[in-house]
Each structure stands twice: as C-alpha cells, then as structure tokens.
C-alpha cells in the first residue's frame, strides 16, 4: 500500500480508476449508500429549504435513513452568521418531529452539528440530548481556539501553531464523548495547502485519538462539490484530503460518509465516491445503526 503523502491532488490517473472502480462496483453491486446523517435547512443562513423538501428528496433517492442535523443553536447565539438563532431552536424541532410523522417510510434522525466548548456542555447534553430527545450531535471544527481567541478554520488553520491548535481542539472534542462523530475531520486542508511534517504529525494525533476513543470519522461529500483550491502541488479538493485518508489506513480506525446536503438536490449526493476513498485505503466503515434504535 502507498505511504501517507505520496498523493497530491489532481488524483493521478491510477487512483482515479481506482477510485472510479470501486465506485462502479458499489453501483453494479447494487449496494448504494443509503443513509445520510448530514443534513442541513435554510435555518444556517447558508443552506436551502426545509425538513420536508429533504425528506422528499431522500425517499426519492432510495434513501432509507436521514439525519437533520443543522448547525446547532448556541445559548449566547455565538457564530450566528452560519447558524439558526437560539429563537429558532423549539421551531426547528417541532419540524423534524413533524416529518418523522409525515414520513413513516424513511427513518428520520433529529441532529445537530456542533463546535464543542465548555460552556456549551450542559446545553449538548441536559437540552439537545436530553430535553428535546435529539438523537445525536456531530462533533465539528469549523472555528477553533487559538491564543486566546477563536479564528474560523477557513483560512485559518494555515500555520503550524494554527494547525497545532485545531488538531488539539479537534481532540478535545472527541474527548467529550458527546458527538456520535466528527465531521470533516481534514477541513484544515483548504487553508494549509502543502502535505508535510506538521499535516502528517496533526494526522497522527487526530488517528490516534479517533481510534483509542472510538469516534468515527468522517469522509464529506460536500468537499468534493466544492471548488478546487490552488495549491503549490496544483489543483485540489479543499476536503476530502487523500494524503490524509490514506495515513488513515495505518491506524485502527473507522469512517462514515455522508452527503452533508445543503440543497435537497444533494442529499445523497458523493457518497458512493466519498466511500470509495475509503474503500481505496482499506478503510473500516462505522455502523452508526444504533442511532436509529
């Protein structure tokens, strides 16, 4: 098997047809993904439409599992430009309750992605757990602690100390045991552009962290609908990062792939290809089928 970082972006042409193969296969097998537990709505300021309009386009899809999961409410509506107001929590709820009786037909999960501090802890697991029965929390990292202030990952894990700082926060997540996984663990990768000593030393400590508490990881769609980025090596993905999924085969740990849909168009859009990342490492898919008990 290749070594971490011997891959850059543009895949070269052997782990294109790799990754192309693999994904026929799941189609030819007829063994599509079927279950996508990254959903958002309108309510992020940065996605479209409702509950309903998801749900529809997932039993069209052949899904069998959605998960609504936006980006969470916080208390002190902190980071309200990409997330719904504390005001808009009990609406968003009612919603989703609404749709699971609406659609007996598609299993729907009631969710919500997460950045994680301490001051939040209580609210994740006394309101959004416990009070209004939300069925898991997606840990994520889209702004982290650094120096004393919080900088937003886009752009600004470009540095060794601002990398040093997200993989550290990405852990401290993990180690709160409330995220059923953490999304989009390599969204560093659409600021800090080179594969090198520090990507490879941040990696080794979010693999050894994932696997000693066994937090999924996941594989995201979106990264692959997004535009490529500009890097010294040339053209690639901001996320998924294959340098980074391959070092992941040298660790005990396992993978989820989800869609991360913004639009219902995309709800199970990039999952057979986001697996096939996966499956190109010898990569141990999770089982998140407790979620739906």
Known sequence: MPRAGSYTYPYPPSVRAVLAATKQQLIHAKMPIQKNYHTHTWRCKHA??????????????????LGISDHTALPDNRWDHIRMDIEELPEYCAVVDQAI???????????AECEYADEYASF????LLGELGFDYLIGAAHFFPHEGEWIGSYGGADSAATLQSYTKYLIESMETG????????????NSYKTWDENTKAASHDIFTAAANLRVPLEINGYGLRKPKIDTPQGKRCMY??????????????EFIVNSDAHH???VNANLEEAAAIGKQF???????????A
């Open 264 to 266: 219902p168009k995309d």
């Open 282 to 292: 010898g990569l141990k898919m999770a089982n998140l089928g407790y979620l739906e």
């Open 240 to 253: 998924p990062w294959l340098p980074f999924w391959e070092m992941a085969a040298d660790y005990d740990i």
């Open 124 to 127: 994740f697991k006394d309101t």
């Open 178 to 189: 409330l995220f059923a996984f953490m999304a989009h663990p390599d969204l560093f990768g």
């Open 101 to 111: 009786t609406d659609h007996p037909e598609l299993k729907i999960l009631k969710a």
């Open 48 to 65: 479209t439409q409702d509950v309903s309009a998801y749900c529809q386009a997932a039993i069209d899809a052949g899904l069998t599992v």
